[in-house]
Every structure is written in C-alpha cells, then in structure tokens.
Nanobody
Framework: QVQLVESGGGLVQAGGSLRLSCAAS????????AAWFRQTPGKEREFVAA???????NYTDSVKGRFTISRDNAKNTVYLQMNSLKPEDTAVYYC????????????WGQGTQVTVSS
C-alpha cells in the first residue's frame, strides 16, 4: 500500500506561483509512476502531468511551459511547480501513483485546493 498526502495549495493571484508537494509513505515509491490531476465542480478529473520512475515527464497541453513535475525519491515526494498561474487553473489538485508503472493509477491522495484570483 502507498499513502499519498498533498500539500501546498492555496490562494494566489493570476501570474503567481505555487508548489504542490505529494508525500508518499508505505511501499517503495521510487518504482511508481506518479501524476497530478485536477478537478473542478461539475467536471471530470483532468490529467495535468506525470513522471515515470526514471524521470521522464509529460504534460497536458494547457500547462506546458508553466508547470513542472519532479520527484525526490530519497524523500518519497513528488512536486508540481506551477508558474504563471491563470484563473482557469483553479481546481482541486490530486496526486496519484501507479504501482505497475502504467497509467492506471491505483493510489490517490485526498486533494489540495488551488485558487487563482484574477
């Protein structure tokens, strides 16, 4: 089992930055694919970014060039650095992990709210 706890959300003005953290406990996290998703009321959960155990990354088009996903396996933590934030980035952000390295994520955090004011 892997437990995921997100932190770092909050209220920020448009153009500002936030860094989200996802701390993992339990099984060896370094072998897991990790990702960030986000969700707004009435909409489906949306993929934001992912990072493989080897450090390869991919992003949804709307955040490319503004968001950076990274991981520190020694700290069992995944980060999402969010720059040039826009009001449309407002959402609850969730951390997820996949124990088999696929895009089928079987572990989820509880979410952290990010609100970007215009």
């Amino acid at each position: 089992q892997v437990q995921l706890v997100e932190s770092g959300g909050g209220l920020v003005q448009a153009g500002g930055s936030l860094r989200l953290s996802c701390a993992a406990s339990g099984r060896i996290f370094s072998t897991h694919r990790a990702a960030w998703f986000r969700q707004t009321p009435g909409k489906e959960r949306e993929f934001v970014a992912a990072i493989t155990p080897s450090g390869s990354t991919n992003y949804t088009d709307s955040v490319k060039g503004r968001f950076t996903i990274s991981r520190d396996n020694a700290k069992n933590t995944v980060y999402l650095q969010m720059n040039s934030l826009k009001p449309e980035d407002t959402a609850v952000y969730y951390c997820a992990a996949s124990s088999d390295g696929s895009i089928s994520y079987n572990y989820w955090g509880q979410g952290t709210q990010v609100t970007v004011s215009s």
